[in-house]
């Protein structure tokens, strides 16, 4: 195979990965709870996985917010607390939810005023490689976790 070839062929492969998760995964309920002025807000939703491979949720960018971080909130001994997680798994045609009081997006320092009624995307970032713009809805403080 010639140079050219082999950089083409290259170039499909990392295309052809860079579609696996986005095109196997649907999101459903994608959500924000919008809290009071100062507070960071949360972003939930649950992930279906269609696909015959688990997928790796990694993390998220949004252009409505400087940082985006994959928290999961833990209860110990009755103290609540977040801890960064590295990767959330969707199993092969199994679902993963982000929702109150689990996993969650920490949306912080949003770049501009966000209230309920806004349509927020974000873009979900995978292992592989692969990313999904979703539409988030944000809602109220007082929203419940089911909608
Ligand atoms: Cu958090």
């Known amino acids: 195979m010639n140079k050219f070839l082999r950089g083409l062929s290259a170039t499909t492969m990392l295309l052809v990965a860079a579609s696996v998760s986005a095109a196997t995964l649907q999101v459903r309920h994608?959500?924000?709870?919008?809290?009071?002025?100062?507070?960071p807000a949360a972003g939930y939703?649950?992930?279906?996985?269609?696909?015959?491979?688990?997928i790796a949720l990694v993390g998220a960018l949004s252009a409505a917010y400087r940082a985006v971080m994959l928290h999961r909130s833990v209860t110990t001994g009755?103290?609540?607390r977040m801890t960064m997680?590295?990767?959330?798994?969707?199993?092969?045609?199994?679902t993963a939810s982000l929702s109150p009081g689990g996993y969650h997006m920490m949306l912080m320092h949003p770049l501009r005023p966000i209230k309920p009624g806004d349509h927020v995307?974000?873009?979900l970032l995978f292992a592989d490689g692969s990313r999904e713009t979703v539409e988030f809805l944000a809602r109220p403080a007082n929203a419940s976790g089911d909608r």
């Open 121 to 123: 995307k974000l873009t």
């Open 30 to 39: 994608a959500w924000i709870r919008v809290l009071p002025e100062g507070l």
């Open 85 to 94: 997680v590295r990767r959330l798994t969707v199993p092969a045609h199994g």
């Open 78 to 80: 009755g103290m609540s």
């Open 45 to 54: 939703a649950r992930l279906e996985n269609q696909g015959d491979k688990p």
